[in-house]
Structure formats: C-alpha cells, structure tokens
C-alpha cells in the first residue's frame, strides 16, 4: 500500500491502513530523514497524541523506536492539543515533533502529524523525502531489535508551558472586568484542562461539556460543525452565556456559537478577528486565507491597505508565510488561525479566547459584531458540499482545471485560479473551488455568494460538473 502525507499530515482508519505495522515504517522513516538532515549531531523529537482509541500506544511505539535510532525522546505524560506539541518543539530547540491524531476525521481514523524543527507542520518537500525513505522501507520492514536505553524517553509535560505562552497574549482583565460568562465544549479532546483551566485559572466564568475522554466522540467526529454543537447551543441560551467555544479533537480548530445560540461560520469569525485586531490593536502587515477562505478578508485587507497573499488549502503554507515574517493574520475556513507573536501551528484554544477578548473588549455582543462587519463589508454566506472521489469524477476535475468553463449558470467567470483544485471567481465576489480532499477519498465543493439560496445553486451547478 502506499502510505501519503496529505493536507495535514497521514491519515488511516485504524486496523486497515493505519496499523502498528505501518505506524513503525513510516516513524523509522522519520528517523532516516532527521538522521540524514541533521548528521551525527543530537537529534531530539517530541512526540504527542489525541484521546482516540490507541493513540497513546502508536506514542509509546514510536518512541522507543526513535530512542533505537539514538533519538532523544520527549514524550507528552498525556493527551495534549497540537499546538502544545509546537509550543514544546520550539522551547527545547528539537529537530521535531511526531504527534498522533486525526484531527476531525470520524473515531475509526488515526493519523500522524509531523512537525519540524520551527514547531510548523512539515512542508511538501519534507514529507516527500519521508514518503520516499517509506517506500524504500516498506518491503520486509522489520524494526531495529536494538532494545532503547531508558533515558532515550523522559516524560514531560506539555499544558504549563503552553498555558504560559497564552497568558500574556489574550486580555485576560477585558474579560473579568466585563464579567464575561463562556461555555466551552471541549468534544472528549485534548483541549480539557487546557481551554476551561486558563479561562478559571484567569477569574472567567466557564461551563464545560465534555471534558473528559471518550474514544467514540459521543458517537459523532470530533468536529466543531453546528450539527455536533446542539449541547453548546443549547448550554449557551439557557446559562446566559455571552460565548459558546468549542475546540476539535486536537484543539488546533475553533467552532463558535454565539450569544442567541446560533453556530457562526468560521469565515465570519475570521473576518471579525481580522477586523479586530487591525482597529482595536492597530496591527499592521500581510494578510493571508487559502483560496477556500472568504473574500471578506479581501474586503478588510483592502479597506486598510494591507497586502494580501493566497495560499493552497493546508495550513502548513500558512505557516510558512507566518515564519517568513510576512503576515500578521491567516486563516483558513476549516477553522484554522495565525496571528503574529504566537506559534506556527493553528490554535483553536487561541482563537476561541480571543473571540472571547473581542467581545469582552468591545462590550459588543457577537450578534452586533457582525452585523456591523456586514454593513460595512457586505453581506456573504458560504458553504460546501463533497462527493466521493471516483476515477471517473477525478478525470473530470483534471479535464476541468485544464479547460475551465468561461460561465458558471448564468454567471461570467471573471478569473481563474488552479493552484489548489480549480477556483472560479465569478461577477458579483462570487467564488466556487473543486478540489480532491487531502484527508478523505472526496471532492469538496466550496462557494460564497450573498445568499444562502445562492450558495446552494452554485454548489448544485460546481458539483454538477464532476458528476
């Protein structure tokens, strides 16, 4: 089988693909490439995991394999966000970080995220050179029978740290002074005690939900969309919550509901963290979104005089612009963030408490916040719709990016990008993407128009050129 590195890391359902077997080939991999990077030179790796069924145990595997290899290993004493992880690679200057998770995908799935020596998601010219020493492996692989010395792997903690790095980026005292009162739902991931304990350990009043591991997810993926959020929203009207927060499986994506109970789209939340951080903290610099993101952004970046750069969907791209030094703000609709000062790794901790800063700070409720952002930047809805991947709807998609149609409906295509997939602008800042997932075997189809009536006849139209 051919194990691949897709948008944010390998993913596999668990017993299939994804095995101990599999898990040992592609981390002695790693191995082989950090050895041939970084030479006879100590070499050090921090490795992590989410709260799914046997992350902790592909952990502890990975580690002694790495300490074989005379890799100094630093293994997380329990499940911890993603960013935690990149929090530590930086601190202690490792050469990077293995982390075991499937983000969002459904439970059946785990994955293997590797981050590099900045604590940033590899990028495609490292996980290539991993995929190839994996190929190489691969036939009749056996793991080096060399026992690990046991001071190859120490145990280390990783919420301290982090929760100390927050600190002094979110105002904390806006939110006590305004008598903040958030629900937080941390979806049986990695973000309990991490989210909910620097909100309590700071004076805010927070309601948790599922603040404890749960394997299965309460039955459904560990993804911030509406439909998994109805306890938030419901724990939001009847406590009288300013904020409902939510953080993925790995606590790296964001989902907000706001004061009435109403799920906000992570596009909306972009464009009014944006606008945020530009008037109320005067911030300065370039402004990045994948080419999935809402042209809101655009619409601020132009309105200040911002630059504005587009990336491939991954944050990992992102994240390069951010070391780069080139942009102050990023964001990707998949409820990823990167702000400046902060880390090369999304943070849904981060975003949520910074949506909860905003409110606090501006003594304006969510509802009014983008209600304003819409009367001064236009009105947009968006949404996206996936197929299964098929060879035949692959072709299709390949024979689209080729030769793309000039109208979309009764809309003009006015440009055209195919950097990621095939992206039409259309009259009006209107926009439909096609592009083959980088996690699942689907083709996602993604528009913003100004209506939800209009976003599901482009989506209907978009898919129904690959059908």
Not at 147 to 174: G, S, T, W
Not at 200 to 218: A, S
Not at 276 to 289: D, E, L, P, S, T
Request: aromatic share 8%.
């Amino acid at each position: 089988m051919m194990i691949r590195f897709g948008t944010s890391g390998w993913r596999g359902v668990m017993g299939e693909d994804f095995t101990f077997h599999n898990v040992r080939v592609v981390v002695q991999a790693i191995a082989n490439y950090l050895r041939k990077t970084h030479g006879d030179g100590p070499v050090a790796v921090i490795v992590g995991h989410d709260t799914r069924f046997l992350s902790d145990r592909y952990a502890i595997e990975a580690s002694k394999l790495l300490a074989r290899n005379a890799i100094q290993v630093f293994l997380a004493d329990r499940d911890a966000p993603s960013q935690a992880l990149a929090c530590q690679i930086i601190k202690r200057a490792c050469q990077g970080g293995i982390n075991f998770t499937a983000s969002f995908n459904p439970p059946r799935y785990n994955g293997l995220k590797f981050n590099v020596e900045t604590g940033a998601p590899a990028l495609p010219v490292v996980t290539d050179a991993i995929e190839e020493e994996v190929r190489r492996l691969m036939p009749g692989f056996s793991p080096l029978a060399v026992p690990p010395r046991d001071e190859a792997i120490v145990r280390i903690d990783l919420q301290a740290d982090y929760l100390a790095h927050l600190q002094n980026k979110i105002d904390f005292a806006a939110m006590r002074r305004a008598r903040l009162r958030v629900a937080a739902d941390l979806l049986y991931g990695t973000s309990r005690e991490y989210l909910d304990e620097i909100l309590e350990e700071n004076g805010v009043e927070v309601e948790g939900l599922h603040g404890f591991v749960d394997p299965y997810f309460g039955g459904v993926s560990p993804s911030c969309t509406e439909e998994n959020l109805a306890e938030l929203k419901a724990r939001v009207v009847q406590s009288k919550c300013h904020v409902g927060l939510a953080t993925d499986a790995d606590g790296d994506r964001f989902g907000i509901i706001d004061e009435a109970g109403a799920f906000v789209h992570p596009n909306i939340i972009l464009a009014l963290l944006l606008d945020y951080v530009v008037r109320n903290k005067g911030w300065r610099g370039g402004v990045a979104r994948s080419i999935t993101t809402t042209h809101l952004l655009d619409r601020i970046a132009r309105r200040h005089d911002l630059p504005l750069l587009k990336t491939k969907v991954g944050f990992k791209y992102m994240a390069d612009l951010f070391l780069q030094g080139r942009i102050i703000f990023g964001g990707e609709e998949s409820a990823c963030i990167a702000v400046k000062d902060h880390l090369p790794e999304k943070d849904g901790i981060f975003a949520g408490l910074l949506v909860a800063e905003m409110i606090a700070a501006t003594g304006r409720s969510l509802g009014s916040l983008r209600e304003d952002l819409f009367r001064e930047y236009g009105t947009v809805t968006s949404g996206q719709r996936t197929v299964p991947l098929t060879p035949e709807r692959a072709k299709k998609l390949k024979a689209l990016v080729q030769s793309p149609p000039s109208k979309l409906g009764r809309r003009k295509v006015v440009a055209v990008e195919t950097i990621d997939g095939l992206k039409l602008d259309l009259e009006g800042d209107r926009w439909v993407v096609l592009r083959m997932s980088g996690t699942e075997p689907l083709i996602r189809c993604y528009a913003e128009a100004e209506t939800e009536e209009e976003v599901k006849a482009i989506l209907k139209k978009g898919l129904g050129a690959v059908r």
